[in-house]
């Protein structure tokens, strides 16, 4: 059977996102409401824009049902702005800012480390687990730091950690659903089969 995954759809990249999982072999749902996460495997949390996010998170009564997710230990797996939502500290360069978030993973995401979006940038990044390098698309994104030993860095460029995994929690801070390369996604469905 294919792993059912649902796709964060309030704001985002969410049509790249189904596109590569469906690639892969999955079926998708897009998940606006607290029933769209009935039955799914994993969660991806696509990038945008986290300010929104987290207020359509709220007006949509999914913090919660997502944290009950998580504690059963359904990977959820966030992009850029998908990784600032699930951070338990949110900043901008050196200053912690009043942002509410999900708190799932013990990290501090530094919101729009590289710039703006003018100084968005494509590089090659070695990540563990993958034998060749992946080309990483970087659109405004996070830097990533780890506040305890369970978050894991599984990648990193010169200016810090750009994915990190604390258990069933990823949390990347490129786009791998702009490129063609499907093995992130790949790794991510191993991972949601492996817990069903
Ligand atoms: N800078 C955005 C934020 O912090 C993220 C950008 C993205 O997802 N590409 O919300």
Redesign the pocket.
């Given at each position: 059977m294919k792993p059912h995954i649902g796709v964060l759809a309030l704001q985002?990249g969410v049509a790249e996102h189904m596109d590569m999982l469906d690639t892969v072999g999955c079926t998708t749902v897009g998940v606006r409401c607290p029933s769209d996460l009935r039955g799914i495997k994993g969660l991806v949390m696509p990038?945008?824009?986290?300010?929104a996010?987290i207020k359509l998170l709220i007006r949509w009564d999914l913090v919660s049902p997502i944290r009950e997710l998580a504690g059963a230990g359904i990977p959820i797996w966030g992009?850029?702005?998908?990784s600032?939502l699930l951070s338990s500290e949110i900043s901008e360069k050196s200053h912690r800012i009043n942002q509410p978030s999900l708190e799932l993973a013990p990290v501090r995401a530094e919101?729009?480390s590289f710039g703006r979006q003018a100084a968005s940038f494509q590089e090659d990044i070695i990540i563990s687990g993958l034998d060749k390098p992946f080309p990483g698309v970087f659109?405004?994104?996070?830097l990533l730091f780890p506040l305890s030993d369970s978050a894991e860095v599984i990648c990193s460029v010169s200016e810090g950690a750009v994915f990190v995994r604390c258990g069933n929690i990823w949390l990347c801070s490129f786009?791998p659903e702009l490129t063609d390369d499907t093995r992130v996604h790949r790794m991510f469905i191993e991972e949601a089969v492996i817990g069903s």
């Open positions: 985002g990038g945008g824009e986290s300010t996010l992009t850029c702005a998908g600032v919101r729009n659109i405004r994104a996070p786009h």
